[in-house]
């Protein structure tokens, strides 16, 4: 990472608090204050840090700051300030304020002036409106603003994470054809590896920057193309995982081509024994044993290096076997799983347990999947590596949907700091008035009683969500 680029992440907070500072302290106390007076000079000191260059973009989306591109981190002792920001930006309506790299040579009572502005911009009916007005008087030309827009609305602000988000979505329906694509075509020839090693990459530069997005991605389920889906929900969901525990990036993007190729095995399984309703027979049970060999052969007839090859061939045949070496198929010729093994395999039943198939009409919630697993911690599944895969997921999973302390219904969009699952945020699913969820607001599950006293929200129950008639993905697909 290049200088440039950390100091969002070295100083965003440190900029935000003094700003919420300022503003509360003109709020409060007259420009010769001694408190007002400090609360400029840091002030300052941290816009002519992060302004030395370059304009400092800050904007408010989906209930997160942004310093130009980069997203402030979760930092527990920031929470206050962050929060009143938050209440602050949105009850004036701003979505974002730039500080041009003349704002260093502003005058100080200026600054302070714009400070009050910002604060009393409260008291008119629009506020955005008022504001810009009186900039344009005060001829404030080193300063931006913005307004904040309603959902189904683009903003500034929301551009540059908009364009993230597209991208991510158009991954995400370029790997599954991709994957149909292969699977289709390796039944006929061999096939090219390159397109699904820039798909690769590309999850892996998605994944470190928005890991909950791509999450939140993983809860579309094609029934008619499940098994497409499938291998790129798993590949996606392993690929977070490795991350989370520190692989480099050439391994991630090995994952990430293990869980596309997966279970192209299965193409090679009859239809009638995938989409069977009923228990299978032994031998129905005996050819479905055998697909994660035959993705190993449709593998190696892939035209690739063979340094990538055997890279990439261990992981899905080993992602039906257990720890003990247990499961299938069964093998003599191995003692031990490979570690994208084992991540393969949480992946796999986690994603396969959370979908709806034909032998199982109602998928489990995410929650009850994680201690369903959990259960089965040392035997099924390598337990540093599930007790890694639960601490990303959290106890409530992103694209949970979840009953409230106050008895209405929300969806798990993200969690703030992506290492302690400990405050999610929350998308509240309101009636639209004809029995349908729209969106709502989004609200923090804070995980400390908030200042006025009141009872804190808590997450009660996941919900199926059949149960409320509504897709999870859609709320992630239509974020605008």
Avoid at 130 to 153: A, C, P, T
Wanted: glycine share 6%.
């Amino acid at each position: 990472m290049s200088d440039k680029q950390s100091i969002p992440e070295r100083f965003g907070h440190d900029f935000l608090r003094a700003l919420y500072h300022m503003i509360n302290t003109v709020r409060i106390y007259q420009d010769n204050n001694q408190l007002v007076r400090k609360s400029l000079r840091t002030f300052r000191t941290l816009l002519d840090l992060m302004a030395a260059e370059d304009d400092i973009s800050l904007f408010l989306w989906r209930g997160r700051f942004y310093i130009g591109e980069q997203k402030l981190p979760y930092v527990r002792d920031a929470a206050t300030v962050v929060n009143a920001m938050i209440d602050f930006f949105s009850k004036r309506g701003i979505g974002s304020i730039i500080f041009l790299q003349s704002s260093r040579t502003a005058l100080p009572e200026d600054v302070l002036a714009f400070s009050r502005l910002l604060d009393d911009s409260i008291k008119d009916g629009d506020p955005l409106s008022w504001l810009d007005q009186q900039l344009r008087e005060e001829k404030y030309s080193w300063v931006q603003l913005f307004r904040k827009h309603d959902d189904d609305e683009a903003s500034d602000g929301e551009s540059a994470d908009g364009k993230r988000y597209e991208k991510a979505r158009q991954t995400y329906f370029h790997a599954v054809e991709t994957v149909k694509e292969v699977a289709n075509k390796l039944s006929q020839s061999m096939v090219g590896v390159r397109k699904a090693r820039r798909l690769a990459q590309t999850i892996v530069d998605l994944i470190r920057e928005d890991t909950s997005l791509m999450i939140g991605l993983t809860t579309i389920k094609d029934f008619d193309d499940y098994t497409y889906t499938h291998s790129v929900n798993v590949a996606l969901l392993a690929t977070c995982l490795g991350r989370y525990i520190g692989l480099s990036d050439v391994s991630l993007e090995h994952l990430a081509v293990c869980g596309l190729f997966h279970d192209l095995g299965k193409v090679g399984v009859s239809k009638d024994i995938l989409l069977k309703e009923g228990a299978l027979t032994d031998g129905e049970w005996e050819q479905m044993k055998k697909h994660p060999l035959i993705g190993v052969r449709k593998i190696l007839m892939l035209n690739a290096p063979q340094s990538l090859r055997s890279r990439i061939i261990i992981a899905p045949f080993e992602h039906h076997l257990n720890p003990d070496m247990t499961g299938y198929p069964r093998t003599l010729f191995m003692v031990r799983l490979s570690l994208m093994g084992k991540i393969l395999r949480i992946a796999d039943v986690y994603e396969a347990l959370t979908a709806e198939r034909v032998y199982r009409p109602m998928p489990f919630t995410p929650d009850e999947t994680l201690r369903k697993m959990w259960l089965a911690a040392g035997t099924n599944f390598d337990t540093v590596l599930l007790k890694s895969f639960i601490k990303m997921m959290g106890i409530y999973p992103i694209g949970s949907v979840v009953e409230l302390g106050d008895g209405s219904i929300g969806l798990v969009m993200d969690y703030p700091n992506e290492f302690e699952r400990g405050m999610p945020l929350v998308l509240r699913l309101v009636d639209k008035g004809n029995g349908d969820l729209k969106r709502g607001e989004l609200v923090y599950i804070s995980d400390e009683i908030p200042a006025s006293g009141s009872d804190r929200l808590n997450i009660v129950r996941g919900i199926p969500p059949g149960e409320v008639h509504i897709n999870p993905a859609e709320f992630f697909l239509h974020v605008k």
